[in-house]
């Protein structure tokens, strides 16, 4: 069964960082693209970044409100995808989704880690 | 700064067709931009309906469709359910990598 399975959300101050981890399985993730998505308490889906598999470079891609202060990397030996959130802003609260990335579009998503940004 | 545009809702019939549209707040949606449909009920994660225009994802029934229509993306939805009602979120890929979401419609089928 194809799976994502996020984990490392939290309560964290402003101004300070967390990792998230997303676990994959049933599926080659080494060969995957892929991406993280968040939603805010009661809005929308926002895109937060992507990472490309490495034999088509490993490099990243991020939107203007989380440049700088977000890292999205992979750990394809252990089938896992990483989001370094800094500086972190009472706005960063949301759910975050795991997802993979192919056609342009995010295919299977995880079920997602709450982060709470509050002192 | 580019917007992308959905109805902020929209309410069907059961049985029946409803449209749901995504556009640019400049310019036309076309195929270039692979527009992608998400269904989402509160409290869950998200559900891939559509990619690449009108490629259906795994699992999901025909009563869904999408395709370019006038200057914008569609999803249409024939033979609405009851459990159809849902935010549904469309997605569209610009220039440099960037996805950008649609602020999503809210369905209601009564």
């Known amino acids: 069964e194809v799976q994502l399975v996020e984990s490392g959300g939290g309560l964290v101050k402003p101004g300070g960082s967390l990792r998230l981890s997303c676990a994959a399985s049933?599926?080659?993730?080494?060969?995957?693209?892929m991406s993280w998505v968040r939603q805010a308490p009661g809005k929308g889906l926002e895109w937060v970044g992507r990472?490309?598999?490495?034999?088509?470079?490993?490099?990243?891609d991020y939107p203007a409100p989380v440049k700088g202060r977000f890292t999205i990397s992979r750990d394809d030996s252990k089938n896992t995808l990483f989001l370094q959130m800094s500086s972190l802003k009472t706005e960063d609260t949301a759910v975050y989704y795991c997802?993979?990335?192919?056609?342009?579009?995010?295919?299977?998503w995880g079920q997602g880690t709450m982060v709470t940004v509050s002192s | 700064q580019t917007v992308v545009t959905q109805e902020p809702s929209f309410s069907v019939s059961p049985g029946g067709t409803v449209t749901l549209t995504c556009g640019l707040s400049?310019?036309?949606?076309?195929?270039?931009?692979?527009p992608s449909w998400y269904q989402q009920t509160p409290g869950q994660a998200p559900r891939t309906l559509i990619y690449?225009?009108?490629t259906r994802s795994s699992g999901v029934p025909d009563r869904f469709s999408g395709s370019i229509l006038g200057n914008k993306a569609a999803l249409t939805i024939t033979g609405a359910q009851a459990d159809d009602e849902s935010d549904y979120y469309c997605?569209?890929?610009?220039?440099?990598?960037?996805?950008?979401f649609g602020g999503g419609t809210k369905l209601t089928v009564l």
């Open positions: 997802t993979t990335f192919d056609y342009a579009a995010f295919e299977i």
């Open positions: 400049s310019g036309s949606v076309s195929t270039s931009y692979f």
């Open positions: 690449n225009t009108n």
């Open positions: 049933g599926f080659t993730f080494s060969n995957a693209w």
């Open positions: 990472i490309k598999k490495k034999a088509d470079g490993g490099t990243t």
């Open positions: 997605v569209l890929y610009m220039r440099g990598g960037i996805s950008l």
